[in-house]
């Protein structure tokens, strides 16, 4: 099994499963220009942006640690390119208007 080499530095194989394997979790980005996000990334911006849940309240609905939903809500972050939750609802939902637009 690959693994962590002897100065710190991953050996190739492994950096080429650990990508496989995180693109293989990802649904691939649509025409549209949707962010790829992981099925619990889009869980997680519903409730960001669908509800005012905290996320104390996210993490109970979705059985997961508070910890978690931030981590998630990070990444989903930098997946559209905002900083906060307010940011984040005109971007998705501008998202929506430009998806139902073309349909």
Known sequence: MPSMRPN???????????????????????PSGSPALTPRQRDVVALLVGTGLSYKQIAAQLARSEGTVRTHTERIYRAF?????LE???????????????A
């Open 81 to 85: 390119g905002v900083h906060s939750r």
């Open 8 to 30: 710190g530095t991953f050996s190739a194989s492994l950096r080429r499963n650990l990508r496989a394997r995180s693109e293989n979790r990802r649904a691939p980005a649509d």
């Open 88 to 102: 984040l609802i005109v971007a998705y939902r501008s998202l929506q208007d430009a998806r139902s637009g073309a």
